[in-house]
C-alpha cells in the first residue's frame, strides 16, 4: 500500500483500539505497563544495536552534538525509561474522575468526568525515549497512540515499538494501541495532519520548524509543544554563590534540551563581581559566550552578540549574555524575546520574587532554582507527553491529566423540561 493508504490503515486500527482502552480496568493498563518496563530490559542489547545504526547515520550527515546526544541511547537511559513506566502504575488514573458534582432546583444532578482524548497523534524528532514515554503516558490515560518519529530515530523507534507494543498486547491491551509509521516519507505527516476522522488530537515535540509546519497546517486540533528561549535573571540582590551554581546547571547540566538556559540576564550592579569569574568558568566548561556592550567591557574575550542571539534557541553549548539596569528591563526582555517557557529569576527580595511570578508569561516560573526542572518526572508526573506553552487545554509539562477530557454526567430521576 502507499503511504496514505499505511497510515490510514493504522489511524484506524488505533480508533477502534482507543474504544476499548477507555473503559479498561487501571489493573490491566497498570499490568501493561510493568510488562513493558520489563520488555525493555529484556532486549536492552538488540535496541541498543539498532541505536548504533542510527548514530553512525546521524554522524555521517553531519547532525549537531545536541541532536546526537539526544538520539544516543545507553543502557542506563534504557533503564530510566524503564523504570518512567512503572513509576505510572503508581500513579491515580484520571479516567473516571468525577470532578465536580452539583443539584440543580430541579432535582438533576449534574456532574463532570474525566474521559480519555481517544487518538493521540504524536509527531517527533531525534528522541526515541520519547516513543516510550507517550505510550505509557497515553496508554494510563485511555488512549491509542499513533507515533511518527523522525527518520533520524527510524530504526530505535521500530526496535522500541516493537517490543514494548507486543508486551502490551500480550498483557491484555487491543492491538493497534501502539503504533509507529515506520516510513521516513515526509507525506506521512501530511496524512496525519488532516486526519480528523480517526486522530483526535496532534502533539508535536521538535525543533520549531517542526512546530510551525504542523500547527499551520493541521486540521486536526494540535497542542503546541514550543521552542524554550529560557532565561535566567540575576538579580542585584541575588545570592551569587547560588546563582552561579544555578546558571551553571541551567546552561551545562544538558545543553541540547529545551529547559536549558539560552540567555543569562544580571543586574548592572552585581555584573562587575559575578560576570568575570561566572563566564570564565563557563568558558572552561566548554560554552561559547556572546555578550552585549557592557558584558564585553567586563569580559573583553566575549563574542558580541547579535539581535538574532537573543531570540535563539541555541540547544547547545552557546549563551547570550545582557546586563539590564533593573528589574523592568529584565522583564521588558524576556517579553520581547521569551518563548513562554520556562523562566528563572535569583533573588533574595520577595516583592520582586512575586513581581517575576506573576508578571513572566511563561508555562514555568521559577524563583531561586534552575529551569531545567520544566519536566514532567521532575514534577510527579512520572512522565510527559511534552511541555506545552500554549494555553488552551494544558500548559506546562503534559502528564496524565492533560491526555484527558471532560464530559458532563447527569442524573435525574424522570425531569423533563418544561
Not at 180 to 197: K, Q
Amino acid at each position: 500500500m502507499d503511504v496514505a493508504e499505511l497510515v490510514v490503515s493504522k489511524a484506524r486500527q488505533a480508533k477502534e483500539a482507543a474504544r476499548r482502552l477507555a473503559y479498561l480496568p487501571t489493573d490491566v493498563k497498570d499490568a501493561a505497563l510493568v510488562a513493558m518496563a520489563e520488555a525493555l530490559l529484556r532486549h536492552t542489547d538488540a535496541i541498543l544495536e539498532a541505536n548504533e545504526v542510527d548514530l553512525r547515520a546521524g554522524r555521517e550527515r553531519g547532525l549537531s552534538r545536541a541532536l546526537i546526544d539526544r538520539l544516543l541511547l545507553t543502557p542506563e537511559r534504557i533503564q530510566d525509561m524503564a523504570e518512567g513506566l512503572r513509576v505510572l502504575t503508581t500513579l491515580p488514573d484520571p479516567v473516571g474522575e468525577v470532578v465536580a458534582m452539583w443539584t440543580r432546583p430541579n432535582g438533576l444532578m449534574i456532574g463532570q468526568m474525566r474521559v480519555p482524548l481517544g487518538v493521540v497523534g504524536i509527531i517527533y524528532e531525534a528522541r526515541p525515549n520519547v516513543t516510550v514515554d507517550a505510550a505509557g503516558l497515553c496508554l494510563k490515560a485511555g488512549n491509542a497512540v499513533l507515533l511518527r518519529g523522525g527518520s533520524e530515530a527510524i530504526n530505535s523507534n521500530r526496535a522500541i515499538t516493537e517490543v514494548i507494543a507486543g508486551a502490551a498486547v500480550r498483557a491484555g491491551l487491543p492491538e493497534g494501541a501502539i503504533q509507529l509509521i515506520e516510513v521516513t516519507d515526509r507525506a506521512a505527516v501530511n496524512v496525519m495532519l488532516r486526519l480528523n476522522e480517526y486522530l483526535d488530537v496532534l502533539i508535536p515535540r521538535g525543533g520549531a520548524e517542526l512546530i510551525r509546519t504542523v500547527v499551520e497546517n493541521a486540521t486536526v486540533p494540535v497542542i503546541e509543544t514550543g521552542v524554550g528561549n529560557c532565561h535566567v535573571y540575576v538579580d542585584d540582590e541575588a545570592d551569587l554563590a547560588m546563582a552561579r551554581e544555578i546558571v551553571i546547571n541551567a546552561k551545562c547540566q544538558r545543553p541540547g534540551v529545551c529547559n536549558a538556559m539560552e540567555t543569562l540576564l544580571v543586574h548592572e550592579k552585581v555584573a562587575p563581581q559575578f560576570l568575570p569569574e561566572m563566564l570564565e568558568t563557563l568558558r572552561q566548561m566548554g560554552v561559547e559566550i556572546r555578550g552585549c556592550p557592557v558584558t564585553r567591557e567586563l569580559v573583553p574575550w566575549v563574542t558580541p552578540a547579535t539581535e538574532e542571539d537573543w531570540a535563539t534557541e541555541y540547544l547547545d553549548l552557546i549563551l547570550a549574555v545582557r546586563v539590564v539596569r533593573d528589574l523592568d528591563e529584565a522583564l521588558d526582555h524576556i517579553f520581547r524575546y521569551g518563548t513562554r517557557h520556562s523562566e528563572a529569576i535569583i533573588t533574595n527580595n520577595y516583592q520582586k520574587s512575586w513581581r517575576f511570578l506573576k508578571e513572566v508569561d511563561a508555562a514555568a516560573v521559577y524563583v531561586n532554582t534552575s529551569t531545567r526542572f520544566t519536566d514532567g518526572y521532575q514534577y510527579g508526573f512520572g512522565a510527559e507527553i511534552g511541555i506545552s506553552t500554549q494555553k488552551l487545554h494544558a500548559r506546562g509539562p503534559m502528564g496524565l491529566k492533560e491526555l484527558t477530557t471532560l464530559k458532563y454526567i447527569v442524573f435525574g430521576n424522570g425531569q423533563v423540561r418544561k
